[in-house]
């Protein structure tokens, strides 16, 4: 056994005062959840701690909690790396702790009901319900069910994996920006549809989530979703999948995310380094002709971004001459390596999910199991991580 100290961020709305902390000592094996701990607190010092859990096993989504500042399960969390974290941060921030207290809070971006327990309900299912979570096929529906060859469901496996904790609302910055964004489990829920060989709307579904301003292209590419999900779903990648098949299908969105995205391509491409003014002017009036005669959408926007090139000069970001005039950025040397990057790119655009095992039977190594992906191609052996 060892002793812990757990730091937890109390709630109590019927006693009309606000939040406040309160410690615990616990007597646990490393090995045991932190989960445990405040379940042993709970039973031993103070009753009207309120934690929500359910299965134990990671398998239910229902501890949700932040632990030393990072989003995931209670039950999952082993106590004793708790510990270390909670050491090396007060290390960081220059204390002399072996022992430091493990801080345990709500989940973010949600409601507080009472101490760890969180209103999912107006955050996380209002915005699942947002994605139409269920199929929608055409035609009469069969005598029994309807039937798909099992290799065209292993794109959304991936997906299919989440067990609704919540944990990526959690962690979203996007959502602490703006709490319209549609989110990360709701999205990559959407995927789960999208990708549904039995699914008959998907254009719909894409056309709806890419005009909405707070839909696909709301997301910052922060990767903390990525690192918040404790079952490898990844709500990241599957943003991106519908990212690149809206775009595919040729759906102009309101936010001109699929234009900012081309541009930032092409813009690399050709100088192998991006040019942050020649950026914008790409983005909402591509090409000698968008610049020639820009439409009025195109000149509000780029008024519109005066506010924030002027706090870029503020703030520092923007020192030089050549990050204010668009197109004088310096272009990197050997422009060859980075066109042979986007040829090889071109080449071997395959997009390979999370559980494929391997082509014809053959078994791709352990790194799959840890979200690891390796290109089929035996001319190849580069690794990319969850697409």
Not at 70 to 90: F, P, R, V, Y
Not at 132 to 151: F, K, N, S
Not at 293 to 312: F, N, Q
Request: hydrophobic share 35%; net charge negative; with cysteine.
């Amino acid at each position: 056994m060892a002793d812990y100290k757990i730091k937890v961020r109390r709630y109590q709305p019927e006693s009309g005062k606000g939040p406040y902390w309160e410690e615990f000592n616990v007597d646990l094996e490393p090995s045991l959840a932190v989960l445990d701990g405040l379940l042993q607190a709970k039973d031993r010092d103070d009753g009207s701690l309120a934690v929500r859990c359910s299965c134990r096993a990671a398998i239910c989504g229902s501890c949700g909690m932040k632990i030393n500042g990072q989003s995931g399960l209670g039950c999952k969390t082993q106590i004793g790396e708790a510990q270390e974290l909670a050491n090396k941060k007060a290390s960081a921030a220059g204390a002399a702790v072996d022992n430091a207290p493990i801080v345990i809070e709500p989940m973010g971006n949600m409601p507080v009901v009472k101490d760890l327990v969180t209103d999912m309900e107006s955050t996380h299912w209002t915005k699942i319900r947002r994605v139409t979570p269920w199929l929608l096929p055409h035609g009469e529906a069969p005598e029994r069910e309807y039937i798909v060859e099992p290799e065209s469901m292993i794109d959304i496996t991936q997906s299919m994996a989440c067990i609704q904790c919540g944990a990526c609302v959690s962690s979203c910055l996007s959502m602490e920006a703006d709490p319209d964004f549609i989110g990360p489990a709701a999205l990559a829920k959407a995927y789960r549809f999208v990708g549904d060989p039995r699914d008959a709307e998907t254009h719909e579904r894409l056309h709806d989530l890419a005009d909405d301003p707070h839909g696909i292209y709301d997301c910052t590419h922060c990767f903390s979703c990525i690192d918040a999900c404790p079952k490898g779903v990844a709500p990241m990648d599957q943003i991106m999948r519908l990212r690149r098949m809206a775009g595919e299908e040729g759906i102009e969105d309101p936010n001109s995310g699929h234009d900012h995205e081309l541009a930032f391509v092409k813009i690399i491409e050709k100088k192998g380094t991006l040019d942050e003014s020649l950026l914008l002017q790409e983005s909402f009036a591509p090409g000698v002709k968008g610049k020639l005669k820009p439409s009025k959408r195109a000149i509000k926007e780029m008024l519109g971004s005066l506010p924030t090139a002027i706090r870029g000069i503020k703030s520092g970001k923007m020192r030089s001459l050549s990050k204010l005039i668009p197109g004088v950025h310096h272009k990197l040397p050997d422009q060859d390596d980075v066109k042979a990057i986007y040829a090889h790119a071109e080449e071997h655009n395959e997009e390979f999910n999370l559980y494929i095992k391997g082509e014809e039977g053959e078994l791709i190594d352990e790194n799959v199991e840890q979200g690891i992906q390796r290109s089929t191609d035996p001319d190849t052996a580069q690794e990319v991580k969850n697409g």
